[in-house]
């Protein structure tokens, strides 16, 4: 077997668990419980010197 073959057989089965096992807890993280007060401020950050101008 070449090394594109052994790479592409990787790639279609283990690899492809690994994207969707990050994706998946990307996604919980972001979701979390608790988590919208931490977004919430850190979209108002370009926001708080704009007052200063």
């Known amino acids: 077997m070449s ?3 052994t790479m592409r ?3 279609d089965s283990w ?3 690994a994207m969707f096992v990050f994706f998946a807890a990307a ?3 972001v ?3 608790g ?4 977004y ?4 108002r950050i ?3 010197n704009a007052s200063e101008d």
């Not at 919430?40 to 979209?43: L, W």
């Open 3 to 5: 090394t594109y073959d």
């Open 9 to 11: 057989h990787f790639a």
């Open 15 to 17: 690899g492809l668990i």
């Open 27 to 29: 996604t919980a993280f």
């Open 31 to 33: 979701f979390r419980p």
């Open 35 to 38: 988590s919208r007060a931490h």
């Open 40 to 43: 919430e401020e850190a979209a």
């Open 46 to 48: 370009p926001l708080k």
